[in-house]
């Protein structure tokens, strides 16, 4: 359930009309909503609740603005970064740094540094040699740093290719059954308080089955870390629980996921943790765009629009479906391909589809645009970086301005020698 909702036939974020904000902001431009986030955080809290103890962190590469995490640090969600960017996000944001978890494959010397400077809770290592490197700076500091070993579980978590991160062949985590040993190893270093494991198959998972398989595994290695002498106190479940992008789509909910996971980690005594973006997020925002013209085509009318692959990019790299709607639908429907100004031919939203009828000027908004849309935006084409609002009831305000190509030109230099 989100907040985008039509009122007296005008799409409206919560109690404001969107028509107003693209008076006032204009187009393209992102729209969250506060009552929509919160929404979703309860909602994937109260999905825990037969699962004991619980540590959450939200995924912040999911979405990083530093409105959307001040919000989600007030519903008692940590942040799980992947970087020393996110991880100064996170701070800034107010998350406090023991409910911060540094996950990512390739941490580097300065962010385990810095990770240390600021005391972040727990580091999610992806290697032997990653958790060396840790345990050095932090003996030199004469300090432990609390980690767990990430574990790749060899499972297919049956989503798109590019965002699918537990199968062997995937560049994350130890491969389980080396885990042991590697374990073993890395809990003997002095700067090191290795106190469980971590996991994460992928993102948009559509069914429970595959993590279900993963946690299972995970259950069996935590008993034979244990039989092994190891003490283990927390593991890190991951995210990857899908979203709907089409009306009829029906992922496996909050309380479908939570009970699952009650039921398979029931006697682990541990701290679960979890680290959810695109359930969060995903919903709570959209993209709203201005239609510039529209060009008749060979199969169908081509809908050209102010918004491009480089506001929104997952249509282009994971030919991802983001449901597209006329702010003031006539009810009318039109088949048409919905197309961006890039030159480049993947820049297209959606492929001659049936979509509400628009004509040049009239606003549309791509949904479920909340997760992984503005975050991965960039300027290609010297195009600006999209601005992001955040409405809360009837108000709203720029949580992130439109940076325009002089602001990004003023950080280019010409060297004098070609002057
Ligand atoms: N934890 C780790 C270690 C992750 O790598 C990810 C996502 C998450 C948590 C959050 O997963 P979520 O709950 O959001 O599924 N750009 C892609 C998604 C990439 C996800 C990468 N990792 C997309 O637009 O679909």
Same mark, same amino acid.
């Given at each position: 359930m989100d907040h985008f909702q039509l009122k007296d036939g005008v799409l409206h974020a919560e109690d404001v009309a969107l028509p107003d904000i693209a008076d006032q902001i204009g187009t393209p431009v992102y729209v969250y909503s506060r009552a929509t986030l919160e929404r979703h955080a309860?909602?994937?809290? !109260? +999905?825990?609740?037969?699962?004991?103890?619980?540590?959450? %962190?939200?995924?912040?590469?999911?979405?990083?603005?530093?409105?959307?995490?001040?919000?989600?640090?007030?519903? #008692?969600? +940590?942040? =799980?970064?992947?970087? $020393? #960017?996110e991880l100064q996000r996170a701070l800034a944001a107010g998350m406090k740094a023991e409910d911060i978890v540094f996950s990512g494959v390739g941490k580097s010397r300065a962010e385990l540094t810095l990770g240390l400077d600021k005391a972040i809770g727990q580091f999610n290592l992806e290697s032997e040699e990653e958790g060396q490197m840790l345990a050095e700076i932090a003996a030199a500091r004469g300090e432990k740093a609390s980690a767990t070993l990430r574990v790749n579980p060899d499972v297919d978590a049956g989503t798109h290719a590019k965002i699918s991160t537990g199968k062997a062949e995937n560049k994350f985590g130890v491969a389980i059954d080396v885990a042991p040993d590697i374990f073993a190893r890395l809990s003997k270093l002095e700067g090191l308080n290795l106190r469980g494991v971590a996991v994460h198959i992928g993102s948009q998972l559509q069914k429970l089955d595959p993590l279900e398989k993963c946690y299972a595994r995970m259950g069996q290695l935590v008993s034979d870390l244990r039989a092994a002498g190891h003490e283990i106190t927390h593991v890190d479940l991951g995210g990857g629980l899908g979203v709907p992008y089409k009306p009829e789509e029906n992922p496996p909910s909050p309380a479908d996921y939570g009970a699952m996971v009650a039921r398979v980690t029931k006697g682990w005594d541990v701290t679960l943790m979890f680290e959810p973006g695109r359930v969060i997020a995903g919903n709570s925002g959209v993209m709203m765009t201005q239609v510039i013209r529209?060009?008749? $085509?060979?199969?169908?009318?081509?809908?050209?629009?102010?918004?491009?692959?480089? =506001?929104?990019?997952?249509?282009?790299?994971?030919? %991802?479906?983001?449901?597209? !709607?006329?702010?003031?639908?006539? +009810?009318?429907?039109?088949? %048409?391909?919905?197309? #961006?100004?890039?030159? !480049?031919?993947?820049?297209?939203?959606?492929?001659?589809? !049936?979509?509400?009828?628009?004509?040049?000027d009239d606003l549309g908004i791509f949904r479920t645009a909340g997760a992984y849309g503005a975050t991965m935006a960039n300027t290609y084409n010297s195009r600006p970086l999209v601005p992001e609002v955040l409405v809360d009831g009837d108000k709203y305000a720029v949580v992130a301005e439109r940076i325009e190509p002089a602001t990004i030109m003023a950080a280019e230099h010409v060297p004098d020698w070609l002057k």
């Open positions: 309860r909602v994937f809290r !109260e +999905g825990l609740k037969d699962a004991g103890k619980v540590h959450l %962190a939200f995924a912040v590469k999911s979405n990083p603005n530093l409105a959307v995490l001040k919000i989600l640090a007030n519903q #008692g969600y +940590g942040a =799980d970064v992947v970087s $020393g #960017g529209i060009k008749p $085509g060979v199969n169908s009318d081509f809908v050209i629009v102010d918004a491009a692959m480089n =506001d929104l990019m997952r249509p282009a790299i994971y030919d %991802a479906w983001h449901h597209f !709607e006329a702010v003031q639908p006539t +009810g009318d429907t039109m088949t %048409a391909s919905i197309v #961006g100004p890039i030159c !480049e031919s993947s820049d297209i939203f959606a492929k001659e589809r !049936e979509v509400d009828r628009v004509q040049t």
